[in-house]
């Protein structure tokens, strides 16, 4: 299933292996420096970048990769990851490698061990694992896969075989057997999210469930036995494929947000129920607000961008009419305020291709990560450049909670291709950030291994600098004895 292609320990060098992949489509490692308005100051220098390690020829395309943590085997010190990557028609398969850290620096060993988790189903275009408890008497293991074509089909909704579908799988079992929750057809999920909407102590399903002229967000009530769960239209043209849920303090009320990233209709949309238990049952109560207006956006992270102890909106808005798309990050209002107050917006970004086509998306995603153990800092933030063929790294060149400049660098080019969506994580606590990136039938690993990483706040110079100090103290110390 798959076929390894060698290491390299150089930026500059090719990758070698028994099918070099550049002699058909090569791997340019480049540099953009920041020149759009998230940039200004000098550029931080000597700050580490991740360099590409060795990649993986898969035997099926590859179009999102995701690293689930394994709840059986996963402790709060030590995660263990498995390597999950998603296969679009006409496989329409979601695979995975358990355990990828302990097979990091053995690529040939992902090759023996990758399992079809799931085969025959509609193009999977998410996973992810169901909180504990979901379900009463689940095992404590369980993956949900949210499948269908977003797409127009040449088909008929009658005769198409790619229904929307909510998978469950049993991960604790042998043999992997999908069971569905809902199945939508003429519609895909996108996505999915559990919460507890109708406060009867069970988890719900949220999703955005879409096709080629609109998409719905809703909720799935999860029923009392084992029968279809009904559905709950929150907005019958929501104008997004991609949403995330955030909890906050309003007025000393928890109240649940699900802010959608409008890709259609070119709109950051957040909704809510007004109502002090969050009853998302009482439709009427259900209120929504826009948050921004700046173009497609396409998908959405929740994390303290600015390291001022308050969540924020990190997106990406994609280009159109030759020009660049952005990345952008929205900081909440203040509590009792959010639904009247200003989204203050920043954008981190530009440094992006300009879109010279109406069919293709640059850039697609972000993705935030800490390049360090600490999370106590910025993180810095990985781009999907999607068909631009490009992978971008975001690095805040202040550590000041006020300063919200970063520099763009492209860590990955492949010539006339597409990335999917990517993963990040330091899979093996090993201190260095791991980077997986999937193109057409590849996967490519990239590791900050073996580069320089300075202290939080603190750039590299600064840390040779006093290392060099040191040395010097110490052989003047030695000379004068």
């Known amino acids: 299933m798959l076929a390894y292609l060698g290491f390299v320990n150089d930026t500059n060098a090719a990758i070698g292996s028994r099918k070099p992949i ?10 953009t420096k920041s020149k759009g308005p998230g940039s200004g100051g000098p550029p931080k220098k000597n700050y580490p970048k ?29 995660p263990v990851y498995d390597l999950v990557y998603l296969s679009p028609a006409p496989s329409s398969q979601v695979r995975r490698i358990p355990d990828v850290a302990s097979k990091l620096h053995e690529p ?52 198409d075989p790619a229904p929307g579908q909510i998978l469950m799988v049993d991960m604790t079992k042998s043999n992997f057997n999908p069971h569905p929750l809902a199945i939508k057809p003429g519609y895909g999920y996108t996505h999915i ?33 084992n ?67 700046d173009g497609n956006y396409i998908n959405i992270e929740i994390v303290d ?14 280009g159109v009419r030759g020009m660049p798309g952005k990345v952008i990050c929205y900081e909440v209002p203040e509590k009792t305020s959010f639904d009247k107050g200003t989204w203050k917006k920043h954008i981190l970004s530009t440094d992006f291709s300009a ?44 550590w000041s909670e006020y300063i919200w400049h970063y520099d763009t660098d492209v860590i990955l080019h492949r010539e006339n291709s597409r990335i999917g969506v990517p993963a990040v994580a330091d899979v093996d606590g090993d201190g260095n950030v791991e980077v997986f990136v999937p193109e ?14 300075p202290q939080a706040g603190q750039g590299g110079q600064r840390k040779s600098s006093t290392i060099l100090m040191t040395v010097s103290l110490i052989v003047l110390s030695v000379l004068f004895l």
């Not at 020829?57 to 085997?73: F, G, M, N, Q, S």
């Not at 990758?114 to 504990?132: F, K, L, Q």
Request: aromatic share 8%; glycine share 6%; hydrophobic share 35%.
């Open 108 to 159: 040939f060993m992902m090759q023996q061990e990758v399992r079809v988790v799931a085969e025959g189903i509609s193009p999977p275009n998410d996973v992810g694992v169901m909180p504990a408890d979901t379900i009463g008497g689940m095992s404590p293991n369980v993956w949900w896969i949210a499948a269908g074509s977003t797409k127009s089909s040449s088909t008929s909704a009658r005769s």
């Open 355 to 398: 879109s010279q086509n109406y069919r293709t998306i640059s850039p697609g995603g972000v993705y935030a990560f800490y390049p360090g153990k600490s999370q106590n800092e910025k993180p810095s933030i990985i781009v999907s450049g999607a068909d631009d063929g490009r992978v971008y790294l975001l690095r805040p060149r202040s």
């Open 440 to 453: 057409k039938n590849y996967i490519h690993v990239l590791t900050f291994q073996g580069t320089d990483k």
């Open 193 to 225: 999210a559990w919460e507890d909407m109708d406060l009867d102590s069970h988890p719900d399903a949220i999703a955005i469930r879409a096709k080629s002229t609109g998409s719905e967000l809703v909720w799935l009530q999860q029923p009392p036995r």
């Open 227 to 293: 029968v279809p769960w009904p559905d709950h239209i929150i907005d019958e043209e929501v104008g997004a494929n991609q949403f995330k849920t955030m909890w906050i303090d309003d007025d000393d009320t928890k109240r649940l947000l699900i802010i959608c990233a409008g890709s259609r209709k070119g709109e950051l949309t957040v909704y809510w129920v007004d109502d002090p238990d969050n009853d998302w049952s009482r439709t009427s109560k259900i209120k929504k607000t826009i948050i921004g207006k």
């Open 305 to 318: 961008v600015n390291n001022d102890g308050r969540l924020d909106v990190l997106t990406s808005v994609s």
């Open 50 to 78: 991740p360099r590409h390690w060795y990649s993986l020829e898969l035997d099926v395309a590859c179009h999102y990769i995701k690293l689930i943590e394994d709840p059986e085997y996963s402790t709060p010190v030590i």
């Open 22 to 31: 550049e002699t058909a489509n090569p791997l340019v490692p480049s540099s």
